[in-house]
């Protein structure tokens, strides 16, 4: 894992911990996104197979998961879907994640703080990612 994508899935796991509480205030039973959003962050510190291959299994059943009727609660779990999905997809995640972060706290997207960092991911995202992954000479 390249310094680039450990620092996407930091945003990734940034963007869900600010929102989960949305979640949690509204199903406060459900786990799932709080298992996922915790592996995310094991796997962070210790980038294992096995730690890697829990995520998607806490991953997938989140994106396709129909049980959250609010709107906002249900942005917060995508969001933590997101983060464990940065594991295999760093870039897109990261900028799914943080709009999935202002929509869970409804926020409009002209008041939004980190737009900023949507939009740069999206526009210079591929081209840092090629770049950090360009072995350097000395």
């Known amino acids: ?23 949690e205030a509204e199903y406060p039973d459900d786990d799932r ?5 915790e592996a995310t962050e094991k796997w962070l510190d210790e980038p294992t197979w096995d730690n890697k291959g829990l995520l998607g299994k806490l991953e997938i059943p989140l994106w396709r998961s129909k049980d ?4 906002q609660a249900a942005l917060a779990a995508q969001a933590c879907a997101s983060a464990a999905r940065a ?14 972060e202002r929509g869970a706290q409804g926020i409009d997207y002209n008041d939004y703080s980190r737009k900023w ?3 740069v991911l999206r526009r210079y995202g591929a081209s840092i990612e090629r770049t950090s992954k360009t072995p350097r000479t000395s």
Request: hydrophobic share 50%; charged share 20%; net charge positive.
């Open 87 to 100: 594991a295999r997809h760093p870039l897109t995640s990261a900028m799914n994640a943080i709009m999935c």
């Open 33 to 37: 996104p709080r298992k996922a959003l």
């Open 1 to 23: 894992m390249t310094d680039w994508e450990r620092t996407l899935v930091s945003i990734a796991i940034d963007a869900a911990k600010s929102s989960i509480h949305v979640f």
């Open 117 to 119: 960092l949507r939009m």
């Open 68 to 71: 959250w009727r609010n709107l």
